[in-house]
């Protein structure tokens, strides 16, 4: 071989150790060969690693571990122990998907799902990857149900997942630049290695292959196995493995012997080469990479074999060094451990003199002090004599104390803030029951909405029952039919101001919708320009509708005289007569009865009801999309496309088609029926009830929920009808503790807090009650059994009135719509919409 070339080699004994190798190897920086031996042997614990972590001998294999990016779960039943299901998972899956995938192939309830690792409730936040596994990377998984639901892991079909947990496991082939092939010659025991490109084709190597050994290139066959490759395959098909290492057997149609002789004649710059040598008891195959060496490597220390003459290297380096600035021959030094030492005497520039007084010296002693030596003092004797330990007693007792104070001074700190946050609480709470009171009190005075109404009509019936029982507690016969007459006289009374009062209100509703009507058909369309300004631009059917709007805005006025009343008609009589419709027809006729019974002198009550007539008509010439199709163009567009983003239903009662909007709400309908304005005015089916209260209650556990963010609780749902059959219906209107019946102090909070509040996860209370069954993590071991009893009979009760509402819970819930159903207080209505149109979809 070239002296210019160095094949390294391992020594067996000598300046090695066992289990590891020294390789003169030069990687190359443009054909980068990264190669661990064909079949590593692994490395003891006590062997130190190689300095030279490029040598392809002394690879990591941990180095090419591939990462596991999915996890084999196994899950178990500890009340079923034989049976058993398991399922790969993403490493990054969270622990709510695998809850929510194996309970739906269990199909039990999501919420009613327990996951447990050595008795230890798995969290829903929690990755697969967090968990610790078995030393294959594996999970086993214990089952459980809160309410002992029965449930069979063996019913869930079985899947492959063996194959599944393969093919997500396996690494895919990395591509690599630079290919090693291997080749065994057959019928000759020989083994060489070369490198090639990935992309070269087969019939390439085969022509180099001839081109070293002289022979044909049809004369060579490369078979994997037993089968041959294909002259037009790829090198990167071949199934190499992850440090690019492929095996080939090599061998010739005419069985003639390779001579390898050729081969090592011919041997390229950059090689590699496999090298048999004893390990332990036998032989090791190693991968040695040859290079050129152009630069003169530094000798580090090595031996010579005499017999066969290969120089061994104790150490190697790949880099040459940098060129010193000052030679060798040019440095001085010392040696550092052997210091000489040399006597010298020295004398002195001037006389010194010393203390002691001679004849020829003089030395005054007036300063001069007298030291008189003590009684010797042993270590015990000054110990007590400097008294460390009552010295560090007083240390300690003022540092205790000092701390005792910061302690003293820190809860006094923490009481003073409870005491002004409980405080702070209580002027709250006490403002917002005040606002409370106050609110309803105008709502009572001041009645505007139904259900403000209903809470009138709902005091005038309690007042009435209240008379009813006082009447037949104190009076008997006659008394009491004359007191029953007076008490009816009295109802019927009250009921006529009512409606009276009714009435006025839904007029003066009516007007304002009709002004806001007219003001909107009127208003200019608005935009802003390209430098920021406001830009109005009015039609000519706006202007037109404006001209409508200023004629009946006039005249609804009461303060003109006669002659500018009759100027008003006559004006108006103009404007509508460039109409053709038999409504524009009756409204002239109108005006020309009014201004007749002007000139007949009047007055204005006796023209009242014929001016209402008249103003209703001329708002319905204005309406009437069929003579202002311009005017009302804009609003009747809106109206449509309201009408047909909405589902329809037909009412029954009415025989009106409406929205979904009209219609009322709550969870245990079963369609839409009859819409809000016919249930309104059926007084046979409607019940003086004051839900007040009840909305307060639910829109206080809609508060709560909003501050736990639970956006797919079913409070979100409810509506306050549902509240009142809850609260009356099943709790009876009384705390479940205290039995107290005062409904501005009833709240309905969670009975189990950890969970979602739903009507079977309620507990009907006061506030203060609220407030301490809040702080307890496991209810059923503070309570007695007679009262978690009750409330397990009502939560039954509860499951089976709102039946329809838990499989809706669960649709949701299984299909992850929960998170696209964000119900806060501003998109309560959308959120109903959304599920209220799903519940009744087939309807």
Known sequence: MDGNRVISSISPEIGGKKGS?????????????????????????????????????????????????????????????????????????????????????????????????????????????????????????????????????????????????????????KALPFIAIKFRIRNQTSLFTRSYHSAIKIHEIKKNLAGLFQVAPENLVLLRGENPLKDRMALSDLDYNKYGIVEVELLTKDTKKLNLDKLYKELPSSDILAVTVPFGTGLRQLNVEVFSRPIEKPFLGGFKNIHTGVIYHHAFTQTPQKPEKVSPERKNCRDTQTAEEIERVLETNYSRST???????????????????????????KIARLNHKHYATIIQRAFRHHQ?????????????????????????????????????????????????????????????????????????????????????????????????????????????????????????????????????????????????????????????????????????????QEFSHDLVDEVMALLDRECDLLVRRCDDHQLEFLRRRISASVLQVIKTSELNSGVTKCKDIRDYQKMEEGRLYLCEMCNQVKLHTEFPLNAKMSGFLVCMSCSWKDVTERLWIDMTPYRFILRAVQREERRRKCWGSLAFVLQEKDVFFIVEKLWHSHSAISECADMSLLRLCRWHVGEDWAPWNCFLVTVEEMKEHLKLENPEAVYDEELISKVANKHKLARANFEQLISINKRFTESGDWQGIRAPAVAHVNAVDRITLGKFAEL
């Open 21 to 173: 190798a020294g390789c003169q190897c030069e990687l190359g920086r443009d054909k980068l060969l990264t190669a661990p031996p064909y079949r590593p042997c692994p490395i003891q614990d006590d062997v130190p690693k190689s300095r030279f972590s490029t040598a392809p001998c002394r690879r990591d294999f941990k180095e090419y571990k591939c990462p596991v990016s999915h996890t084999l779960v196994t899950f178990k039943s500890p009340m079923h122990p034989k049976e058993a299901f398991s399922k790969v998972f993403p490493s990054n899956t969270p622990i709510k998907f695998v809850k929510r995938k194996l309970a739906k192939l269990l199909s039990v309830s999501n919420s009613n799902l327990l996951l447990t690792i050595n008795r230890s409730i798995l969290k829903e936040t929690s990755l697969l990857s967090n968990l610790k596994t078995d030393a294959h990377g594996n999970l086993t998984v214990d089952v459980y149900t809160k309410d002992s639901e029965k449930f069979a892991l063996s019913s869930i079909p079985k899947e492959n997942y063996v194959h599944e947990l393969l093919q997500s496991i396996l690494p895919k082939k």
């Open 355 to 381: 203390q002691m007084a001679t004849e020829k010296v003089y030395i005054p002693s007036v300063t001069d002090k007298i030291i008189i030596p003590k009684r010797y003092e042993t270590y015990e004797e």
């Open 404 to 576: 005792f104070r910061q302690k003293v001074e820190r809860w006094l700190k923490e009481c003073k803030e409870r005491i002004r946050r409980m405080q702070e609480e209580d002027r709250l709470e006490r403002e917002a029951m005040e606002r409370r009171l106050r609110r309803d009190l105008i709502t009572r005075t001041f009645p505007k909405t139904r259900e403000d109404f209903d809470q009138l009509y709902a005091m005038v019936d309690r007042w009435k029952h209240g008379e009813i029982s006082r009447i037949s507690r104190l009076h008997s016969k006659g008394p009491k039919i004359a007191e029953f007459t007076l008490l009816l006289d009295k109802e019927v009374e009250l009921l006529r101001c009512i409606e009276a009062y009714r009435l006025k209100v839904r007029e003066d509703s009516r007007k304002t919708k009709d002004k806001k009507f007219l003001e909107e058909i009127s208003k200019p369309v608005a935009w802003f320009g390209r430098d920021g300004k406001l830009i109005t631009m009015d039609t000519i059917e706006i202007q037109k509708a404006r001209k409508l709007k200023e004629l009946y805005n006039s005249f609804l006025r009461t303060d003109l005289e006669v002659n500018e009343r009759i100027e008003l008609l006559v004006d108006m009589k103009a404007a509508l």
